[in-house]
């Protein structure tokens, strides 16, 4: 795919294209949990602590889930399938602990995927809240960053789920835009721009590369993999991968497919905001939907501090994937997993 000349990139998955119209109703993309399935959530969450205390213990057999399990096998595959994104609503945030929502979270997200490393300290659940760095740090990561807003972007995992505990005092929407409908305008409109951005690009590791490893990796944005198509994009590892004198360094046809990417996912067309609300769970397919979020404003003084758990998964719908697209970030971050335990409001 090197050599644009023999390269023609296609549509793919026109099944997963949807637009901001299509799913302006939040009805579209809510999922309410029922009375009965919040009881049966409850006592799941009461015999997974029975079992044990440390998360790392608990998989889906010891949260049983005998009637909301066959809800989240559909959920999973019209996220793999389908539209790609859902948020679920109705956990009783007001009557249970950080441990509780974080225990309900980590069994539900069991049922639809096996825990993925997110970072070289081995998080199986991360937080999402203001850990104090800056935009400009060279290490820092999306989850790390507080306050101001994040750019479109997908993770590395199948799917990305995020759980919030507490929201700011204002702001802090998040933003979630259809990669498919992207990809397939691009080929239609800029084939040129598109095959760029399936040649391997450079991405930032962010200073969590194995050790005496260079600081960046290679990976296309777009791969094929049959009749799929797997997003990887990133745009400001993508772009800072450049403070690497050994990096490879971007083409302007790949800067100007970045910025094509960029601009039409900020435009509005294919993208829909949400409001959370503690209690609240959004899970996201990675390769087909780019998520970002809003500036928000927190009040320390108060705890009214934005704190979300997050997970990576590996849905098991997927039979198969391009080898790019297994946990291959290395053993390194997964040589000694672990649950980080962040209390945001102080």
Known sequence: ?????????????????????????????????????????????????????????????????????RRLKQIERELMDGRGFVL??????????NDEMSMAYWGVGAHLGKPWPQNAKGHLLGDVTDHGKSPGDPTSRGNEIGLVGLDF???????????????????????????VSLHNRLVRERPDLAAELYKPQPFDYRGEQAPGKPGWYLMPVFTRH????????????????QRHADAPRLTEKA???????????EGGEYSVLMDFQPGDMQFINNYHVLHGRSAYED????????????????????????R???????????????????????
């Not at 679920?88 to 602990?97: K, T």
């Not at 993770?155 to 998040?174: E, H, K, N, P, R």
Request: proline share 4%; net charge negative; charged share 25%.
């Open 1 to 69: 795919m090197s050599d644009t000349a023999t390269f023609s990139p296609v549509v793919l998955e026109t099944a997963c294209e949807w637009t901001a119209k299509d799913v302006a109703q939040p009805a579209t993309w809510t999922e309410m949990l029922s009375s009965s399935e919040v009881d049966e959530l409850e006592a799941a969450v009461a015999h997974a602590f029975s079992v044990s205390d440390d998360f790392l213990q608990i998989g889906k057999a010891a949260f049983p889930l005998p009637t909301l399990a």
């Open 88 to 97: 679920l609503r109705g956990l009783p945030r007001e009557r249970w602990s």
């Open 153 to 179: 972007h997908c993770d590395g995992s199948d799917l990305v789920g995020l759980m919030c505990l507490q929201t700011g005092i204002s702001g802090g929407l998040s933003a979630v835009c259809n990669s």
């Open 226 to 241: 049959g009749e799929r198509i797997f997003t990887r994009l990133i745009r400001p590892y993508i772009l800072a991968s």
């Open 255 to 265: 800067i100007e497919a970045l910025t094509w990417m960029q601009d039409q996912a």
């Open 299 to 322: 009040d320390r003084d108060s705890g009214k501090v934005r704190h979300l758990k997050r997970l990576w998964l590996e849905t098991e719908t997927l039979n198969e994937r391009p």
């Open 324 to 346: 790019i697209f297994t946990n291959f970030m290395g053993k390194h971050w997964a040589e000694k997993v672990s649950i980080s335990r962040m209390d945001a409001g102080h």
